[in-house]
Each structure stands twice: as structure tokens, then as C-alpha cells.
């Protein structure tokens, strides 16, 4: 005899991940007087978490409308420009996207920054984390360059951004990323110049990997005198 589960995965029942009271997230927020949340809606938390949320939103003009948003939560996430100064070099990750690909990319195969999910950790345990498995090499001291919020009309992530030197001597493990998660990455070293070239060409077409190689460019390491 088996017994029922009732109630809805998520909400009132764990999910497949353990999570509940999904459909709470928002509901408590009063940092903006003008944004009065009324209804949430959980849509599906299959991994992420995407909600419909139903508020009132006071405009400049003084007048009050009801609008409707949808949100993904994947959680927050980590990523970092790993150079060489002397060689004037860095060094980033090939792997295979899927969104891009359906959305026209010729091949879905993006050079990028290694990172990935902060998942339980802190921002910076989490990027060593996947620097590692991604590139194989560890690292030591990081520098903090900002924290952006990549896609604010949908999607809840905001991506903390670091740098930090790397050596040849570093590399403790091959990399490649974790099999058991699907992850198929090749680690690609690349001169300095040459990677903002591809920037131009379009080759490297990953917003975060742009933005870190323009801030190396403009106020890290391979800013000029």
C-alpha cells in the first residue's frame, strides 16, 4: 500500500530539490513604497524557480497600475578573468550552450570566463570552486572587480565578477569541468590581443567574458601607462 502525497511540490510540499515556500519569495518586500506585491504564482521549479508575480506599481506620474512579471531564479553565480601580466595572456574555457545555439549561435560552442553557480558557498569559495574544476588551475589572491545583474528584466542572477594572475605551475588537475553534471569544457589560452580581436569579430560573443576582458583592458592588468 503506498500512501499519497498531497499538496504541491515547492509550496506546501518539498520539492525535488527539498525546497518549499517557493511561492513566498517577494511577498515580503518594502524597500520601494511604489511596489505594492499582491499575488504570486509558482509556475514550475522543475530545477530553477520561475514565478508570476501579480503587483501594483505607483508611476511617476502619481497614478497606480497593476502589472505581471515573470522571474527566473537559477541563483546567484560567480566568474573570473584569469591572466597572465608577463606573457600577456589569459585564459578561458570552451564549452557547448544550448540556449545559444537554438538562438542562432553556428555552433553553441562559447569561449568564456570560468565560472558557474554559487550554489551553498560565498561568492569567492564559489569561484575558486569552479575555476578549478573548469580550468584546473588554483589560484591565489583575487581581486573583486564588481557584481552586475546580467538580464534584470527576467532573470534574478547577479554574477559577482573577479580576476586574479595565473602560472603554468598551477595547474594541479587536467579540468574540464564535472562529468557527473554533463560538463564537457576546454581550457583555451589565449594572447591578450588577440582575445579582443575575437571580441570584434564576434567569436567571443559571452557578456561576462566581454566585460571582464574591456575592464582588463581599460583598468586591470593590460591597462595602458
Known amino acids: 500500500m503506498t500512501t499519497e502525497i498531497t499538496g504541491v511540490p515547492g509550496i506546501d510540499v518539498p520539492d525535488g530539490r527539498g525546497r518549499t515556500g517557493l511561492d513566498q519569495a517577494g511577498r515580503d518586500l518594502t524597500g520601494n513604497p511604489r511596489v505594492l506585491v499582491r499575488d504570486v504564482k509558482l509556475l514550475s521549479c522543475s530545477w530553477y524557480v520561475l514565478l508570476k508575480t501579480t503587483f501594483?506599481?505607483?508611476?511617476?506620474?502619481g497614478h497606480w497600475s497593476v502589472e505581471h512579471r515573470e522571474t527566473y531564479d537559477r541563483g546567484n553565480g560567480a566568474t573570473m578573468l584569469l591572466y597572465d601580466a608577463?606573457?600577456?595572456?589569459?585564459?578561458?574555457?570552451?564549452?557547448?550552450?544550448y540556449p545559444v545555439y537554438v538562438n542562432g549561435h553556428p555552433d553553441g560552442m562559447l569561449l568564456e570566463t570560468p565560472g558557474g553557480l554559487l550554489d551553498a558557498d560565498d561568492a569567492e569559495t564559489a569561484v575558486r570552486r569552479e575555476v578549478e574544476e573548469e580550468t584546473g588551475y588554483?589560484?591565489?589572491?583575487?581581486?573583486?572587480?564588481?557584481?552586475?545583474f546580467m538580464s534584470p528584466g527576467s532573470v534574478t542572477e547577479?554574477?559577482?565578477?573577479?580576476?586574479?594572475?595565473y602560472q603554468a605551475e598551477s595547474r594541479l588537475a587536467a579540468g574540464g569541468g564535472v562529468a557527473e553534471e554533463g560538463e564537457d569544457i576546454e581550457v583555451v589560452e589565449l594572447p591578450f590581443a588577440e582575445a579582443l580581436a575575437m571580441i570584434r569579430r564576434g567569436e567571443i560573443a559571452?557578456?561576462?567574458?566581454?566585460?571582464?576582458?574591456?575592464?582588463?583592458?581599460?583598468?586591470?592588468p593590460f591597462r595602458s601607462a
Open 56 to 61: 501594483d506599481y505607483q508611476h511617476a506620474d
Open 86 to 97: 608577463e606573457r600577456r595572456t589569459v585564459l578561458l574555457t570552451r564549452q557547448f550552450r
Open 138 to 148: 588554483t589560484i591565489g589572491a583575487i581581486e573583486h572587480v564588481f557584481d552586475v
Open 158 to 165: 547577479c554574477v559577482h565578477f573577479y580576476a586574479a594572475p
Open 206 to 220: 559571452d557578456a561576462k567574458t566581454i566585460m571582464l576582458l574591456q575592464w582588463a583592458a581599460l583598468e586591470g
